[in-house]
C-alpha cells in the first residue's frame, strides 16, 4: 500500500500531496494510459480519492450511515480512484442509495468499450449452464486485481507498472449467484481477501439486453461504472506482497513465474542462459 502511494505521488507534478493528488485527474489518466480517452465530462473529480497510506482508510465495513442494499464495503487499500459522472451528485444519491459496489477486473485496452456499451455477458461459462450466459464481478477488489482479471501493464513513459479495476455500483435484486472463486486458490491454500470468503468471490448477473448488430448479450440498468481503480507500481507487481504472488507454484500455474532481469548485473553474472541457439537462413526468389 505504502508503495503504491508513493508511486501514484510520484507521477504528479510538484510532489503533491493526497488530498489533491488527482486534481488532474483526466490529464493524469491519460498519460497513465493511452488506451483510456474519456472526455472531460464524463469525470467527476470530486469523488476522485487514493486509498491507504497517505489517503483515506478505513478497517472492516464502512459505517458512514448509507445502506448500499446491505453490502458492506471494504477499504480498496493501495489504489486511486479516477471517478466517473453517472449523473448530478444529489440524483446519484436519491437514485443509487441502495446499491453496492462490486469490481470488474480488466485491461485498459476494454475501459471504454465497457463504458459505452456496458458489460457484455460471457456465454456457458463458469457455474452456467450450456445456454446461459452471465455477467461476472466481484465484491473484492484484491480478488478483481488478480492478473487474470486486472492486467499488469507497463508505462514506459511513467516507468510505473499499472493494473485496472472497474469500480461499479449495483443494483442487489439483481444478483443473480454467489458462488466461489475460479482462480485455484483452495488447490493452493490460498485465501483471496481476508474481509470475503473465497466461497462468495464471484457475483453472477443475468444480462438483460441483446445487440443484433453484434450478436451480443448485455446487462444495463442493473450495473453502473463509478470509477476507474488504478494501482501503481515501482517494480513488477509479481515481485510484491499479494495474495496471488506469494506461492511460487501459484505464479508457476497462471504462467506469471518468470526470471528478474536486473540490468546492472555484469555480464559475468548470475544470468539466465539459453542451453543452445540455432540459426536458420532463407532466401527470396522473384520479385515483391
Known amino acids: 500500500t505504502e508503495l503504491s502511494m508513493q508511486s501514484t505521488v510520484s507521477i504528479l507534478p510538484g510532489g503533491a500531496c493526497a488530498d489533491g493528488m488527482l486534481e488532474q485527474h483526466f490529464e493524469q489518466l491519460e498519460n497513465l494510459s493511452a ?3 474519456l472526455k472531460d465530462d464524463r469525470m467527476n473529480a470530486r469523488w476522485n480519492k487514493t486509498y491507504g497510506i497517505g489517503g ?4 472492516g465495513p464502512l459505517e458512514d450511515g448509507r445502506t448500499r442494499g446491505g453490502m458492506p464495503y471494504y477499504c480498496p487499500s493501495g489504489w486511486a480512484r479516477f471517478s466517473l459522472k453517472v449523473c448530478d451528485d444529489t440524483d446519484f444519491e436519491r437514485t443509487f442509495a441502495d446499491w453496492g ?3 470488474h477486473g480488466t485491461n485498459s485496452k476494454h475501459v471504454g468499450s465497457i463504458l459505452a456499451s456496458g458489460f457484455r455477458a460471457s456465454h456457458a461459462l463458469c457455474f452456467c449452464g450450456p445456454d446461459d450466459s452471465a455477467v461476472y464481478m466481484s465484491p473484492s477488489i484484491e480478488y478483481s486485481g488478480h492478473p487474470r482479471y486486472g492486467c499488469i501493464e507497463y508505462n514506459p513513459e511513467t516507468r510505473k507498472w499499472m493494473q485496472m ?3 461499479c455500483r449495483v443494483k442487489p435484486a439483481a444478483v ?3 458462488c466461489e472463486e475460479t482462480m485455484r486458490c483452495r488447490k493452493h491454500g490460498l485465501e483471496c481477501d481476508p474481509n470475503i470468503p473465497n466461497s462468495e468471490m464471484e457475483w453472477l448477473f443475468k444480462p438483460t439486453h441483446f445487440d443484433p448488430q453484434s450478436q451480443c448479450y448485455y446487462i444495463k440498468d442493473a450495473i453502473i461504472c463509478t470509477g476507474v481503480m488504478v494501482r501503481l507500481t515501482d517494480r513488477h507487481p509479481c515481485e ?3 495474495w496471488w ?3 511460487p507454484e501459484y505464479l508457476k ?3 506469471l513465474e518468470c526470471p528478474i532481469v536486473d540490468p546492472n548485473v555484469p555480464i559475468e553474472g548470475d544470468w539466465l542462459r539459453m542451453i543452445a541457439t540455432s540459426r536458420k537462413s532463407f532466401s527470396m526468389h522473384g520479385s515483391c
Do not use: A, F, G, I
Open 35 to 37: 488506451m483510456v480517452q
Open 101 to 103: 459496489y462490486l469490481y
Open 165 to 167: 479495476v472497474l469500480q
Open 240 to 242: 510484491l506482497d499479494y
Open 245 to 247: 504472488s506469494r506461492n
Open 56 to 59: 483515506t482508510v478505513w478497517t
Open 253 to 255: 500455474y497462471w504462467n
Open 176 to 178: 443473480w449467484k454467489k
